[in-house]
Each structure stands twice: as structure tokens, then as C-alpha cells.
């Protein structure tokens, strides 16, 4: 039986990249987001390439129903998912108090609710076969609170959390959960966020899609739980334990800020 993988966020960045690597390993996919003339495109440069079945099911996980819906239409099509990956995602730059209510919602539900829903749906599975891999994408954000983008940076802390306790009750069921903790990347998360011209996204070194979803991928079939790609990342992660919280703030702050904010 081929071992499918199911990968939302697919239609562009790190999800986009994701994919290369399963259908490298011969592994058909079901691949999800909203726009769906990119998954088609993905879908059919993916097939080409690699020779793998891929699925397009488009939906705005946005929508609290669509994660069950998803989960029913893959049942009814009689796809076993062996790898789930929880990418999807976005954030927001700005004031907190002047963003606009809908989208801080919507973040919470696709970033969080979304990523919980579908991890309950598709893990029980995996578990009475004893088998089964989960990547869920968080973020370097998760580590600290993000002040500009506090909803964000607020979501990431729960994947992050959410993760590394799932990961542990699931030790000795042969299945495993990786989060996934990138720094900055170049995809169009930025230019979507309207922060592609913070100090983070100013910084000499930005990752590329490819090689942190090759990253993540590797940590995941190795069942690492919690995977931070590069070195400067991981101090980062670290070394923000020993920074008292108002301070951290404070850095994480001007870190945030354009470069011509006062
Ligand atoms: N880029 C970075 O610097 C960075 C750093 C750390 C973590 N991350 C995380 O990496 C993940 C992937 O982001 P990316 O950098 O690859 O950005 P991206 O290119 O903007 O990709 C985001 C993906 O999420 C999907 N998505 C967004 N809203 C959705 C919704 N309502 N319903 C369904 N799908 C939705 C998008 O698809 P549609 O628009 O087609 O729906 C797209 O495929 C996110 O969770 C992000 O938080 C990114």
C-alpha cells in the first residue's frame, strides 16, 4: 500500500517545497489550500516530475467545518494518510488594537484550530496502525511573544506547545509528531503579512523554501520532535530562557519594527 502524504499550505512557499520531497520518495499526495489553480499546477509539474498520484482537494481552512470535510473526502475516496503535514498558516504586521478583528479570527482558526482539528482527525488512525508521521510547521515566533505581530507570534507558542505534548504521549505507538521551527524564509508569507520590510526580513542570510522543507522532512522521518533549522536559530531559541520576559519584549520589538518605525 503506498504510504500517502497529506500537505496543506500546498499551493506556494514551504508547503510548495514539501511536496518535492515527498514525491522524491515515491509517496502520492493529497495536497489542499484555496488557490486552487496553483495546486493544479503543483499537482501537475509534481506528477510529471515524479510519477506520484496527486489529489487536489481545495479548501479555506479558514472555515471551521473544513478541516472534517477535508477528513471525509479523503475517507470517501479511500486514502490512507500516513503523513500528515500542518503547514498552512499566515500572520499579520501591525498594531493589535488596529487590526482588523476578522482576519486576527481567522488567523486562530487556520493557524491553530485548523492544525488541532486536523491532527485529531487523521491521529487515531495512525495510531491503531501503529504507524504514522505528523509535521506540524511552527515558527522561531513561537519561542517569544511578538509585539507588531502579537497574534501571530501567539499561535506559533500554542503549535509549538500543542506539539512537543503530543509528541510525548505518542512515545511507543510508532507514530511520531515533529514541529518544525523556521526562522525566516523567503516565500510570499512576508509580502503577505506586510512585514517584508521589518529588521528580521533585513537580515544577510534568509533560508530558502527548499532547504527548510528538505529540513523539516528529514526530522520528521527521523522522528525528531522538535526541529530548528540553523545554528543562529537554535541560540536564538535557546538563549531567549535567560533574557527576562520584559527585555525579550523589548528586543523581539525592534527586531519587529520597520526600519523607518521610531
Ligand atoms: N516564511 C517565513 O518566514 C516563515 C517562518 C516561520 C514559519 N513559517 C510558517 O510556514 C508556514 C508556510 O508559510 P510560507 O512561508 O510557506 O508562506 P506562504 O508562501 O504564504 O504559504 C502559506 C500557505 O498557507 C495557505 N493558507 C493560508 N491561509 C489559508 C486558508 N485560509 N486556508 C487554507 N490554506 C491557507 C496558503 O494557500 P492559499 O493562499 O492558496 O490558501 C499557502 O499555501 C506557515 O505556517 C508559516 O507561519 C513561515
Not at 514551504?14 to 520531497?21: S, V
Not at 503549535?159 to 512537543?164: G, H, I
Amino acid at each position: 500500500m503506498n504510504k500517502v502524504a497529506l500537505v496543506t499550505g500546498a499551493s506556494s512557499g514551504i508547503g510548495r517545497a514539501l511536496l518535492d520531497c515527498f514525491a522524491a520518495d515515491q509517496r502520492d499526495l493529497v495536497i489542499t489550500a484555496r488557490d486552487v489553480a496553483a495546486l493544479r499546477k503543483a499537482a501537475a509539474e509534481i506528477s510529471a516530475q515524479y510519477g506520484v498520484k496527486v489529489t487536489v482537494i481545495p479548501a479555506d481552512l479558514a472555515d471551521p467545518g473544513a478541516p472534517r470535510r477535508l477528513f471525509d473526502e479523503i475517507e470517501r475516496q479511500g486514502i490512507v494518510i500516513e503523513y500528515l503535514v500542518n503547514n498552512a498558516g499566515f500572520g499579520h504586521y501591525g498594531f493589535f488594537h488596529e487590526a482588523d478583528a476578522r482576519k486576527m479570527s481567522d488567523m486562530v482558526q487556520v493557524n491553530i484550530a485548523a492544525l488541532v482539528a486536523l491532527t485529531r482527525l487523521f491521529l487515531p488512525g495512525m495510531v491503531a496502525r501503529r504507524s504514522g508521521r505528523i509535521l506540524q510547521v511552527s515558527s522561531l515566533a513561537g519561542f517569544q511573544p511578538g509585539p507588531l505581530m502579537a497574534v501571530y507570534y501567539a499561535t506559533k507558542a500554542f503549535v509549538t506547545s500543542f506539539s512537543e505534548a503530543v509528541a510525548e504521549e505518542l512515545s511507543g505507538t510508532g507514530v511520531t509528531m515533529t514541529c518544525l521551527c523556521p526562522g525566516p524564509v523567503h516565500t510570499q508569507f512576508a509580502a503577505r503579512a506586510e512585514f517584508n520590510h521589518s529588521r528580521v526580513f533585513q537580515k544577510s542570510h534568509i533560508a530558502t523554501a527548499a532547504d527548510i522543507a528538505a529540513y523539516g522532512y528529514r526530522a520528521m522521518k527521523e522522528g525528531k520532535v522538535l526541529a530548528i533549522p540553523g545554528c543562529n536559530n537554535k541560540v536564538l531559541a535557546f538563549v531567549g530562557r535567560f533574557i527576562p520576559r520584559r527585555r525579550l519584549v523589548k528586543v523581539v520589538r525592534w527586531m519587529q519594527e520597520k526600519r523607518d518605525d521610531r
